[in-house]
């Protein structure tokens, strides 16, 4: 059909507020960037906005070649590893049990699960239970509490609950049990929808920071984001390569010194901390607007 001029002229603007929307989200990461790879002491001067004026890969070099956040980065890797893995496990678990609409008490289960989603005890009760399980200063704690999502397993079981019946009752027929059900049909089924909540799981392990500076004081368990956050509240770069605080000790023992400042080496840190989360979204990109797509239509 051709369009008429307002159609066109509607169209044209909606497709400029997006690049402009675009531009504004894109610009602060290629400005860190630019000031990632440039030597600090050019960039204190200023005039550095979309590339570096005077190229290195010191700052990088220093980040990267530090035993601390090589530390801080095993911790990440294994939290969200083991945290995605964990979550999707016990989410579709307590999703599919609670499918069978001839589960005992399956309605006062949802309901208390419900309650969790809009009541919450606050930030010292929380913490006293996890004192009380002993988690605190522990690498569980940052597994542990958040292997469970409310709002995780209803997307699950929203979708599972749009699965025909008469392909469930089919198998179970031919004397399918539960677990067979599960590995057999549900699985290959929920496999897009695995794939989006799996995404939104393993952001959430990577980019927090909030576990590891409220609940563990031992430097040797904070994970990348916590040592960001504790970089990024530094205002000297003398404090930073000054003392034995792992945050002091980031860029000890580096040759290029002089070229180096504060801000350049927290640039440094923000770009190793999120280019790993970016380069694994491309390769689930697919099947995370799939499972969007179902889960919402389902939903």
């Known amino acids: 059909m051709k369009r008429s001029t ?84 016990v989410t579709l678990l307590a999703a599919f049990a609670l499918s069978y609409r001839q589960m005992p008490a399956r309605k006062t289960l949802l309901a208390i699960v419900l309650i969790t989603m809009l009541f919450s005890g606050g930030l010292i009760p929380f913490y006293i239970q996890l004192y009380d399980l002993s988690l605190i200063n522990t690498f569980w704690v940052y597994v542990l509490p958040s292997a469970f999502s409310a709002w995780n397993m209803f997307v699950m079981l929203k979708f599972i609950q749009g699965i025909p019946e008469a392909l469930i009752e089919s198998a179970e027929m031919d004397g399918a049990k539960p677990p067979r059900v599960l590995f057999s049909i549900i699985i290959p089924l929920s496999k897009p929808m695995l794939a989006a909540l799996g995404l939104f799981t393993g952001v959430m392990h990577w980019n927090d920071w909030f576990a590891g500076t409220f609940f563990v004081s031992d430097q040797n368990l904070i994970p990348v984001q916590t040592f960001l956050q504790q970089l990024l509240s530094a205002q000297d770069i003398s404090v930073v390569m000054g003392s034995n605080n792992s945050v002091e000790a980031l860029a000890r023992g580096s040759q290029n010194l002089a070229q180096v400042t504060l801000m350049s080496v927290k640039m440094a840190t923000v770009m190793v901390s999120a280019i790993p989360i970016l380069c694994v979204y491309p390769f689930l990109q697919r099947f995370f607007v799939k499972g969007v797509l179902i889960g919402s239509v389902k939903g």
């Open 6 to 89: 307002g159609e066109k002229f509607g169209q044209a603007l909606i497709t400029l507020l997006l690049l402009l929307l675009c531009l504004t989200v894109l610009y602060p990461f290629v400005y860190m960037l630019a000031i990632s790879l440039n030597t600090g002491s050019d960039a204190a001067k200023g005039g550095v906005y979309l590339w570096p004026r005077q190229f290195t890969l010191s700052n990088f070099h220093i980040v990267l070649g530090n035993k601390v956040i090589q530390h801080s980065y095993l911790i990440t890797i294994l939290r969200t590893i083991i945290g995605t893995v964990s979550g999707l496990l």
